[in-house]
């Protein structure tokens, strides 16, 4: 779905499940959304394609796997076209 100035309608996905070992706590949620967060906004900074909203471009990377402090994935994330 495009928006009037052309540019695609995304949205951001994030799913975390809880319980394992290293997962249990709030710290561990946000030791997560911290990963996350990191990775995005270092993907920014080598952004290769300045007229294309870094959505758009992590959306071609489709979906990522966040994992805890133990290596084991708990959850992913992705951007993805506005249904």
Do not use: C
Not at 24 to 33: F, G, I, K, R
Not at 62 to 73: E, F, M, P, V, Y
Request: hydrophobic share 30%; charged share 25%; glycine share 6%.
């Amino acid at each position: 779905m495009h928006s009037r100035k052309g540019k695609t309608d995304m949205e951001f996905t994030l799913r975390i499940s809880m319980g394992n070992d290293a997962m249990q706590s709030v710290q561990d949620v946000a030791d997560a959304l911290q990963g996350v967060a990191e990775y995005i906004l270092s993907r920014d900074s080598i952004y290769p394609y300045p007229h294309t909203p870094i959505a758009e471009y992590l959306y071609r990377e489709s979906s990522h796997r966040i994992k805890d402090l133990n290596g084991n994935t708990v959850g992913s994330w992705e951007f993805r076209e506005s249904e």
